[in-house]
T-cell receptor, first 112, second 110 residues
Framework: AQSVTQPDIHITVSEGASLELRCNYSYGATPYLFWYVQSPGQGLQLLLKYFSGDTLVQGIKGFEAEFKRSQSSFNLRKPSVHWSDAAEYFCVPGCSGYALNFGKGTSLLVTP | DAGITQSPRYKITETGRQVTLMCHQTWSHSYMFWYRQDLGHGLRLIYYSAAADITDKGEVPDGYVVSRSKTENFPLTLESATRSQTSVYFC?????????FGEGSRLTVL
């Protein structure tokens, strides 16, 4: 079964600092992987997705993620965090290209 | 306007009552999904549908019923609501990869 783990439930970073949110996956074949963001009181928005090809994926809002098969990881990064990035982040596995099962996510707090 | 809409946005009901949450999308996306979001559990998939008249269970289907007679609609019914079904419910649709979410329906079961 396709599954991912986000080891960090909560992350706190200072505004302007770099960010890395971890996502580990377990699959046999090349996975489909997605990162979604949920701002407080809002629905969810796709940040980026990986199907195949280039392992470094660029997304919206200055986010990127790198697929590393050797480490079974798909970590989300941003070089400089803004206060508006405070939100819940979900790494989601896909099936035939569709994101299905969300996990518990990582809650990001941005301090001044 | 194109998009995905859920109704009602807020609902309070009593234990044992039947409740239906509606979901309507205007894109003609093939896939539709229902999730529930609870503190400490993230989003959990309840049911999904690959096309009209095709539905399948997700992670937490017990106590819920879905139907999809038309591509654009995917109602979720709680046949006999329980307090444990108090949650925020999100409907989503998908064409190729990206999920598009509704604004959510907050359900409280007393």
């Amino acid at each position: 079964a396709q599954s991912v783990t986000q080891p960090d439930i909560h992350i706190t970073v200072s505004e302007g600092a770099s960010l890395e949110l971890r996502c580990n996956y377990s699959y046999g074949a090349t996975p489909y992987l997605f990162w979604y963001v949920q701002s407080p009181g809002q629905g969810l928005q796709l940040l980026l997705k990986y199907f195949s090809g280039d392992t470094l994926v660029q997304g919206i809002k200055g986010f990127e993620a790198e697929f590393k098969r050797s480490q079974s990881s798909f970590n989300l990064r941003k070089p400089s965090v803004h206060w508006s990035d405070a939100a819940e982040y979900f790494c989601v596995p896909g099936c035939s290209g569709y994101a299905l099962n969300f996990g518990k996510g990582t809650s990001l707090l941005v301090t001044p | 306007d194109a998009g995905i809409t859920q109704s009602p946005r807020y609902k309070i009901t009593e234990t044992g009552r039947q409740v239906t949450l509606m979901c309507h999308q205007t894109w003609s996306h093939s896939y539709m999904f229902w999730y529930r979001q609870d503190l400490g559990h993230g989003l959990r998939l309840i049911y999904y549908s690959a096309a009209a008249d095709i539905t399948d269970k997700g992670e937490v289907p017990d106590g819920y019923v879905v139907s999809r007679s038309k591509t654009e609609n995917f109602p979720l019914t709680l046949e006999s609501a329980t307090r444990s079904q108090t949650s925020v419910y999100f409907c989503a649709s998908s064409d190729i990869g990206e999920l598009f979410f509704g604004e959510g329906s907050r359900l409280t079961v007393l």
